[in-house]
Protein backbone atom coordinates (compact mmCIF):
# COMPACT_ATOMS: atom_id res chain seq x y z
CA UNK A 1 0.00 0.00 0.00
CA UNK A 2 2.94 2.38 -0.09
CA UNK A 3 2.96 3.18 3.74
CA UNK A 4 5.81 4.36 5.63
CA UNK A 5 5.14 2.68 8.85
CA UNK A 6 6.22 4.61 11.87
CA UNK A 7 5.57 2.79 15.28
CA UNK A 8 3.83 5.08 18.08
CA UNK A 9 4.82 4.00 21.26
CA UNK A 10 2.32 3.04 23.93
CA UNK A 11 -0.72 2.65 20.91
CA UNK A 12 -1.78 -1.13 19.89
CA UNK A 13 -0.67 -2.15 16.42
CA UNK A 14 -4.67 -2.81 15.81
CA UNK A 15 -5.40 1.12 16.35
CA UNK A 16 -2.27 2.44 14.94
CA UNK A 17 -3.48 -0.11 11.64
CA UNK A 18 -6.90 1.69 11.45
CA UNK A 19 -5.60 4.99 11.63
CA UNK A 20 -3.38 4.63 8.61
CA UNK A 21 -6.21 3.52 7.09
CA UNK A 22 -8.48 6.23 8.28
CA UNK A 23 -5.91 8.65 6.72
CA UNK A 24 -5.66 6.83 3.30
CA UNK A 25 -9.12 6.84 3.53
CA UNK A 26 -9.08 11.07 4.25
CA UNK A 27 -6.21 11.46 1.40
CA UNK A 28 -8.57 9.71 -0.99
CA UNK A 29 -11.55 12.59 -0.30
CA UNK A 30 -13.27 10.50 1.45
CA UNK A 31 -13.76 11.74 4.99
CA UNK A 32 -16.67 9.88 6.39
CA UNK A 33 -15.11 6.50 5.94
CA UNK A 34 -11.76 7.98 7.53
CA UNK A 35 -13.80 9.24 10.30
CA UNK A 36 -15.31 5.57 10.79
CA UNK A 37 -12.14 4.12 10.60
CA UNK A 38 -11.26 6.66 13.59
CA UNK A 39 -14.15 5.86 16.04
CA UNK A 40 -12.69 2.48 15.62
CA UNK A 41 -9.25 3.37 16.37
CA UNK A 42 -10.10 5.11 19.52
CA UNK A 43 -12.65 2.55 20.78
CA UNK A 44 -8.68 0.11 20.77
CA UNK A 45 -6.99 3.68 21.78
CA UNK A 46 -9.75 6.25 23.73
CA UNK A 47 -5.83 8.24 24.29
CA UNK A 48 -4.18 8.81 20.58
CA UNK A 49 -4.60 12.22 20.36
CA UNK A 50 -3.47 12.00 16.88
CA UNK A 51 -6.34 10.01 16.05
CA UNK A 52 -8.55 12.51 18.08
CA UNK A 53 -7.04 14.94 15.97
CA UNK A 54 -7.70 13.29 12.82
CA UNK A 55 -11.53 13.02 13.68
CA UNK A 56 -11.41 17.04 14.11
CA UNK A 57 -10.13 17.36 10.68
CA UNK A 58 -12.89 14.88 9.17
CA UNK A 59 -15.60 16.51 10.76
CA UNK A 60 -14.19 20.01 9.89
CA UNK A 61 -14.56 18.88 6.21
CA UNK A 62 -18.00 16.97 6.63
CA UNK A 63 -19.11 20.62 8.15
CA UNK A 64 -19.69 19.43 11.81
CA UNK A 65 -17.94 22.35 13.40
CA UNK A 66 -18.55 22.24 16.96
CA UNK A 67 -17.97 18.26 17.44
CA UNK A 68 -14.72 18.78 15.28
CA UNK A 69 -14.11 21.41 17.86
CA UNK A 70 -14.86 19.14 20.74
CA UNK A 71 -12.48 15.97 19.19
CA UNK A 72 -9.57 18.95 19.11
CA UNK A 73 -9.72 20.01 22.25
CA UNK A 74 -9.86 16.52 23.44
CA UNK A 75 -6.41 15.83 21.71
CA UNK A 76 -4.60 19.13 23.09
CA UNK A 77 -5.90 18.27 26.51
CA UNK A 78 -3.71 15.13 25.66
CA UNK A 79 -0.73 16.11 24.29
CA UNK A 80 -0.47 20.11 24.71
CA UNK A 81 2.04 20.05 21.43
CA UNK A 82 -1.03 19.61 19.08
CA UNK A 83 -2.05 23.23 20.05
CA UNK A 84 0.45 24.79 17.79
CA UNK A 85 -0.53 22.73 15.12
CA UNK A 86 -4.18 23.37 15.67
CA UNK A 87 -2.88 27.14 15.57
CA UNK A 88 -1.29 26.94 12.45
CA UNK A 89 -4.84 25.12 10.64
CA UNK A 90 -6.60 28.32 11.74
Known amino acids: MGWKYIYT ?3 PIEAQYL ?3 AMEMFRLGKPESA ?3 L ?3 MVIAPR ?3 ALF ?3 NCLTKLGEYEEARV ?3 QAVQIDPA ?3 LLEKRS
Open 9 to 11: KGV
Open 39 to 41: KQT
Open 82 to 84: LKE
Open 19 to 21: YKK
Open 48 to 50: YSR
Open 35 to 37: LKY
Open 54 to 56: EMG
Open 71 to 73: RYE
